[in-house]
């Protein structure tokens, strides 16, 4: 028997709002496959990897009309999982950037230094510039930069890199996958 998610559940389980889920509906990005007997929007697999699409093209900057037509003429899953993880290794790599600066300031507030007007303006910038979504062409770019070094690599190379991601997130206790689904929550654009 196939899966079924009621829109509640399927909000609980990705992070994505009912309020959002009903939106989608309405413009016809994401109508659910089939209705409960009760007339519940029920959510199928297929549902669930358009779902995907949707989120990730709009993690990419895309508003819902630009999104519409990128869904009408679909990109292929695994350049969207290359597009989705280059701009995910873009905010980490500017998320490091922005916590060693926080670090510099607070090392230096705890010394009683005030941080000069350039180190805010320093911290502004970076902090804008992780929370702002990247444009397509960031995003191809990013892309065409992680497959060229992907390329160099051997395939024991990969699967050694990706062990090491597997047993990053295992070893993540309840409290920090739920913090790190948060995050990915908050960085979601407004639908």
Known sequence: MAQFWRVGDLARATGVTVR??????????????????????????????????????????????????ALDDPVGLPELVERQLAVAEERVRAARRLRH??????????????????????????????NQPLTPEQVAKLTAERQAMMAQLTPEQIEQMNQRRRDAVAALSPAEL??????????????
């Open 20 to 69: 959002a889920l009903h939106h989608y509906d309405q413009l016809g990005l994401l109508v659910p496959s089939t209705r409960t007997s009760g007339g519940h929007r029920a959510y199928t697999g297929d549902d669930v990897r358009r779902l995907h699409h949707i989120v990730a093209l709009r993690g990419f900057g895309l508003g819902l009309a630009e999104v519409q037509a």
């Open 101 to 130: 600066r926080l670090l510099h300031v607070r090392a230096g507030l705890r010394e009683l230094t005030e941080p000069s007007t350039a180190e805010f303006v320093a911290l502004i910038e970076e902090t804008v510039t992780m």
């Open 178 to 191: 739920d913090e790190m689904r948060q995050r990915r929550r908050e960085m979601m654009p407004p639908s």
